[in-house]
């Protein structure tokens, strides 16, 4: 997989599979269309070739750190439907797994 990635910040802003890493205008049609695309100078940006599972593992821990508070919130809780049936299923049964639940989220993502 091809990528380019902004030398200032670190941020990987581009990738697409294909290629051929024996021809560097392969690397320089990225660079160039990103830089038009995004308005970043051509010198603060890098191409190159990596394994598809090393790039896409660095999208996803991006991604993770540059999620706000709240979103990471958001995702760790139970949909709403699920947290109605878990209340449902608490007070018929005796149990406060809903409330474990909460708990585990709020204890995981604290508050900032």
Do not use: C, F
Not at 31 to 43: A, E, K, Q, V
Not at 49 to 60: I, P, S, T
Request: net charge negative; no cysteine; proline share 2%.
């Amino acid at each position: 997989m091809r990528y380019v990635k902004q030398k200032s910040t670190g941020r990987y802003l581009h990738a697409e599979s294909g290629g051929d890493p024996s021809k560097s205008e392969h690397l320089q049609i990225m660079l160039t269309d990103t830089s038009r695309n995004l308005g970043i100078d051509l010198s603060d940006l890098e191409a190159d070739y990596a394994d598809d599972a090393v790039v896409l593992a660095k999208y996803k821990a991006q991604d993770l750190a540059e999620r706000s508070y709240g979103q990471h919130r958001r995702q760790a809780y139970l949909s709403l439907k699920d947290q109605l049936d878990l209340i449902y299923w608490d007070k018929k049964n005796g149990t406060d797994n809903w409330e474990k639940h909460i708990d585990k989220v709020k204890l995981d993502i604290p508050k900032e």
